[in-house]
């Protein structure tokens, strides 16, 4: 069962902004030590999506709300500097082996990774579903690794870099219940902003995402995302200087129902978790 909803969406700049959050661009523009180029350099290179093999300046230019001009030199700049590819029959741009490099470089020193994943993939053995982690990026969570069941017949699979939101997601209220409240009340804030009209909903499901996490140290999402996806979620805090990350297991509905999320899976998330946080913590 593939999970293309999130990594097909070829939206506008609106459509964009509602998930990745504040637009920086224009927030910047009244700070001093902000550097408007670089973060507009940046923003071209997010316009790329698991789903987008190519993109021309007018897709980029559209997506980012920017001048096509503006684009233009850009992309000029970033494919000098490698970190973009420019196919001269479609007269279209790719991703760069220099952004590789850098997502490498970064996956590579998060430790936490490493001892994590044999306990995900025997956790994602015995369930039959998607073990993942991932971590915010700006209003959605982007996932950085995951184990999928090497017994499973169907299988929801979510590649690093996949990204996800928030505030429907087991992977994102987990993050939530793992922020200091200052932190969490600002960033539901913004998800609020962003969304006004399904606000009512969104927060209903954090709440009790919040609550479950209090009386049992994990939270679901159980169609609210998907309803064809059942999860469940439990924060890993911060150890020792490293980021909040969230870990995951997922699975179509039909095969990983409510009360097995709570009763068994839930459990064993927690205790996976928590061995990790010991295990990074000796590290």
């Known amino acids: ?18 998930m990745d959050g504040i637009d920086l661009l224009e927030d910047g523009i009244k700070d001093r030590q902000f550097v408007t180029a670089l973060a507009r350099g940046l923003e071209v290179l997010r316009c790329f999506k698991p789903s987008d093999r190519h993109l021309g300046n007018q897709d980029i230019a559209e997506r980012t709300g920017l001048p096509k001009p503006t684009i233009s030199r850009l ?6 500097m490698g970190y973009l590819y420019h196919d001269d029959k479609l007269g ?3 991703l760069g082996s ?3 490099s850098l997502g490498f470089s970064f996956i590579s020193n998060l430790d936490v990774l490493k001892i994590a994943r044999p306990l995900m993939q025997e956790l994602a053995d015995y369930s039959h579903t998607a ?3 991932g971590t915010r990026d700006r209003l959605g969570m982007v996932y950085l690794d995951g184990r999928h069941s090497t017994t499973a017949t169907v299988s929801l699979r979510r590649e690093p870099g996949t990204r996800v939101p928030i505030a429907t997601t087991a992977m994102g209220r987990a993050l939530l219940c793992g922020l200091p409240l200052h932190e969490r009340e600002k960033l539901m804030e913004n998800i609020h902003q962003r969304n006004p009209e399904h606000w009512t909903k969104y927060k209903a499901g954090i709440e009790q995402a919040l609550r479950d996490y209090q009386e049992r140290g994990f ?9 064809d996806v059942n999860a469940v979620g439990v924060p890993m805090l911060p150890i020792a200087g490293s980021r909040l990350l969230t870990f995951n297991c997922a699975a179509p509905s039909f095969l ?7 009763d068994d899976i839930g459990p064993r998330l927690i205790n996976m978790v928590r061995t990790i946080e010991s295990e990074v913590a000796r590290y």
């Open 219 to 227: 939270c679901l999402s159980t169609g609210d995302w998907r309803n």
């Open 75 to 80: 992309t000029y700049t970033l494919t000098r």
């Open 98 to 100: 220099g952004v590789l």
């Open 131 to 133: 073990v993942s982690v």
């Open 92 to 94: 279209k741009y790719q």
């Open 256 to 262: 990983l129902r409510q009360h097995m999320l709570e």
């Open 1 to 18: 069962m593939s999970d293309n909803s999130i990594s097909n969406q070829k939206g506008s700049k609106a459509e964009l902004i509602a």
